[in-house]
T-cell receptor
Framework: ELKVEQNPLFLSMQEGKNYTIYCNYS?????LYWYRQDPGKSLESLFVLLSNGAVKQEGRLMASLDTKARLSTLHITAAVHDLSATYFC????????FGTGTSLTVIP | DGGITQSPKYLFRKEGQNVTLSCEQN?????MYWYRQDPGQGLRLIYYSQIVNDFQKGDIAEGYSVSREKKESFPLTVTSAQKNPTAFYLC???????????FGPGTRLTVT
């Protein structure tokens, strides 16, 4: 079974700071997705990464995929309060395997 | 507007009762999925369907059943055999299996 680990599990950061969330997975896959979930809400798609070296950026978020290292990163630049949410990575290996999520709190 | 709807948003049931959660999509997607989310955890796959009248078990199918009689609909029944049914249930769909999944708003089920 594919294992997907995210770290950190909890992240508290000040507005304006940068930080990176890591997603490691145990079996080779070249398809990885990032989702955002607000408390009590559903999942919103952020990024689709479909090949080694893929990099996608949207606003203050940038995601990358290194399939050889089995690692994806979600980099946050100059955090703002609106980014507070839980972020999940999901690896596609015949089915989606989700990480445990990273709960991000941005403090003013 | 295309999207995925789930109903109800909140559902309360007594232990020993079966309950059915609704999921409808108008995205013309072939594949549909049911996930369970427990507090502080990621999503776990219950069942998925790639095409009408066909579905496959996911990692935690015990105590659940599904049907796929129409392309648009994929209801999930939580049976009394499910030992710990209280959770947040999310339905998703994708154009085909292996494509990006889009999620519905979820149903929060509480069984007492």
């Amino acid at each position: 079974e594919l294992k997907v680990e995210q770290n950190p599990l909890f992240l508290s950061m000040q507005e304006g700071k940068n930080y990176t969330i890591y997603c490691n997975y145990s079996t080779t896959s070249d398809r990885l997705y990032w989702y955002r979930q607000d408390p009590g809400k559903s999942l919103e798609s952020l990024f689709v990464l479909l090949s080694n070296g893929a990099v996608k950026q949207e606003g203050r978020l940038m995601a990358s995929l290194d399939t050889k290292a089995r690692l994806s990163t979600l980099h946050i630049t100059a955090a703002v309060h609106d980014l507070s949410a839980t972020y999940f990575c999901a690896v596609d290996l015949n089915q989606f395997y989700f990480g445990t999520g990273t709960s991000l709190t941005v403090i003013p | 507007d295309g999207g995925i709807t789930q109903s109800p948003k909140y559902l309360f049931r007594k232990e020993g009762q079966n309950v059915t959660l609704s999921c409808e999509q108008n995205l013309n997607h072939d594949a549909m999925y049911w996930y369970r989310q427990d507090p502080g955890q990621g999503l776990r796959l219950i069942y998925y369907s790639q095409i009408v009248n066909d579905f496959q078990k996911g990692d935690i199918a015990e105590g659940y059943s599904v049907s796929r009689e129409k392309k648009e609909s994929f209801p999930l029944t939580v049976t009394s055999a499910q030992k710990n049914p209280t959770a947040f249930y999310l339905c998703a769909s994708s154009r085909r299996r292996g494509y990006e999944q889009y999620f519905g708003p979820g149903t929060r089920l509480t069984v007492t």
